[in-house]
């Protein structure tokens, strides 16, 4: 038994926050921003949505385009670092809310990496049978968590949400996933939940940017090479790149790698920004609609984020 893709959605919130929107409250500029990250906008929730609003709209989109109605769903798995309740899950949420049946339902924490562990986890949930249709979603309101008075961590991340349907197949879709953690360097990269750690001095996003962007190069590049031996595959084999979107010139990095000109990945750092657990099921969404993304072409999923976690997917969408 294989796992395939039988649909994607996503969604993104209507209000959108330009860089030069963001000069006129903090000391940056748009050409810093662009430069350094290769982020133009990003999308901002409204006050009246939880993350739970935006995954859920991900979901239906994703459940019209595989053709399934809510009763046909085994399972709900939800990627997120900005989950609306500390408990219970945003995935209870999300159930309720598409109208599923008493199926299971719940959340993974691996920050930016969410995604891949959600797929991965999905993916051997189908291979061993207990379940034949996984929703996957990602989900984030970064745009909450972030201190709006931090010029380093407030420009890089924006909200919404990004889902797929994975369904049981006779022929492989998911080839492979890849999933990494070195929590020695927890520290670099972590909001910490203050009512449980009453040392913690805020809530906010904290980053040592540097040493994360060293890290990320290294680790993904690591987990290209440990993808495409898994696979007996090299480098020319892959269509198509769809990596997490935190920085154009990490994502570059990886294009380099890969020998793969940019016109081979999936790009939308510059109009969304970093939005976590979302970034990979967005980009695949807005590939698959627009085109680009077709059916049998293979495609490198991967992600990185704080934990420090790192993970990849291989798919014959
Ligand atoms: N606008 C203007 N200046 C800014 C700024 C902003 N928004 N943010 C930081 N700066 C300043 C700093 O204060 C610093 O000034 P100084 O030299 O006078 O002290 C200078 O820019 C350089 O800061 P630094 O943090 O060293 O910049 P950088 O080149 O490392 O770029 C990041 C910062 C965050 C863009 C980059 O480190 C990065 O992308 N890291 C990886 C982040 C990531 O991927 N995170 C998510 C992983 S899932």
């Known amino acids: 038994m294989h796992s395939t893709i039988l649909g994607t959605g996503s969604y993104l919130p209507e209000k959108i926050l330009t860089n030069k929107d963001l000069e006129q409250f903090i000391d940056t500029t748009d050409e810093w921003i662009t430069t350094r990250t290769g982020i133009k906008q990003r999308h901002v929730a409204a006050d009246t949505d939880t993350t739970a ?52 339902a719940f959340d993974v924490s691996a920050a930016c990496a969410g995604f891949n562990h959600g797929l991965s986890i999905a993916d051997q949930y189908i291979k061993t049978g207990f379940a034949k249709i996984i929703i996957v979603v990602g989900c984030e309101m970064l745009t909450r968590v972030v201190d709006w008075a931090d010029r380093s961590t407030c420009v ?13 197949s006779d022929t492989p879709g998911v080839l492979s996933t890849h999933l990494h953690c070195d929590g020695s360097q927890h520290g670099i990269l972590y909001a910490p939940n203050t009512l449980v750690q009453k040392n913690a001095d805020s809530p906010f996003v904290k980053m040592e940017g540097r040493e994360v962007f060293r890290h990320a190069v290294t680790r993904l590049g690591e987990l290209v090479d440990e993808t495409l031996a ?17 920085n154009i010139r990490i994502i570059q990095a990886m294009a380099k790698k890969l020998d ?28 698959v609609r627009d085109g680009r993304v077709k059916r049998g072409d293979l495609v490198l999923l991967e992600s990185f984020g704080g934990g420090l976690v790192w993970g990849s997917a291989l798919i014959r969408y």
């Open 53 to 104: 609003d935006l995954a859920t709209r991900a979901c239906r989109n994703a459940m019209e385009s595989a053709g399934l109605t809510p009763d046909q769903i085994d399972m709900v798995i939800v990627a997120t670092a900005t989950s609306d309740d500390a408990f219970p899950s945003t995935a209870s949420r999300v159930q309720h809310a598409l109208g599923l049946r008493n199926i299971v």
């Open 156 to 168: 890089l991340f924006g909200d919404g949400a990004g889902a797929v349907v994975l369904g049981a």
């Open 230 to 246: 898994a696979n007996n595959l090299t480098k020319n084999d892959i269509d198509w790149l769809i990596p997490h979107q935190a």
């Open 260 to 287: 793969m000109s940019m016109d081979k990945v999936i790009v939308t750092v510059d109009a969304q920004g970093n939005t976590s657990a979302a970034s990979i099921p967005l980009a695949l969404d807005i590939a």
